[in-house]
């Protein structure tokens, strides 16, 4: 299984449409999208780009009404913080690195996926390993997302000029 990790589009179209495009080329399974997205267009856009299930939360700078969510039959929604199994693996997901303790008491992840901060990171502490794709809105840093090949359970940070 093939996963993309987004964050912060900040209605960045032309950069989303081109990890969209990379994640078709690539026959990615599902996406994870790490919050503020931005408003209702890009939400639109993001479903419509791509079809399979995505897991979304909520972040900071999100103008969209939550109830659009329900129009889309591929995302999944967990608010501000939540949490998922894929293949054996406890994730959890949050926008901004304060809501890691709540995230933290939801399971023992095994992954956290976060964004707010843009800047591209993977560290892992104790058991649980933290991974923020950085923006896509290109905003104080360069375009990146994040591909995880579940299998193998190898993380790549993809700047989004070099895909």
């Given at each position: 299984?093939?996963?993309?990790?987004?964050?912060?589009?900040?209605?960045?179209?032309?950069n989303?449409?081109?990890c969209l495009?990379?994640?078709?080329?690539?026959?990615?399974?599902q996406?994870?999208c790490c919050g503020?997205?931005?408003?209702?267009?890009t939400?639109?856009y993001?479903?419509?780009?791509?079809?399979k299930?995505?897991?979304?939360i909520?972040g900071?700078?999100?103008i969209?009404?939550?109830?659009?969510?329900?129009?889309?039959?591929?995302y999944?929604?967990?608010g501000?913080?939540?949490?998922?199994?894929?293949?054996?693996?406890?994730?959890?997901m949050?926008?901004?690195p304060?809501?890691f303790?709540?995230?933290e008491?939801?399971?023992?992840c095994?992954?956290?996926?976060?964004?707010h901060?843009h800047?591209?990171h993977?560290?892992?502490?104790?058991?649980t390993?933290y991974?923020?794709?950085?923006?896509?809105?290109?905003?104080f840093?360069m375009?990146?997302?994040?591909?995880?090949?579940?299998e193998?359970?190898?993380?790549?940070?993809?700047?989004l000029?070099?895909v």
């Open positions: 299984m093939k996963i993309v990790i987004i964050s912060d589009i900040h209605d960045n179209l032309p989303l449409e081109k495009q990379w994640c078709r080329d690539n026959a990615i399974d996406l994870i503020d997205v931005t408003n209702s267009e939400i639109k993001l479903s419509e780009g791509f079809t299930n995505i897991h979304i909520r900071n700078a999100d969209y009404y939550e109830e659009e969510l329900e129009d889309y039959a591929n999944t929604y967990h501000r913080y939540g949490k998922f199994d894929i293949n054996g693996f406890h994730i959890g949050c926008h901004e304060e809501f303790k709540q995230t008491e939801m399971c023992a095994n992954l956290v996926f976060y964004g901060t800047r591209p993977i560290e892992k502490k104790k058991n390993q991974v923020n794709p950085g923006t896509l809105g290109a905003n840093y375009a990146t997302f994040a591909y995880w090949e579940v193998t359970g190898k993380f790549e940070l993809k700047i000029e070099e």
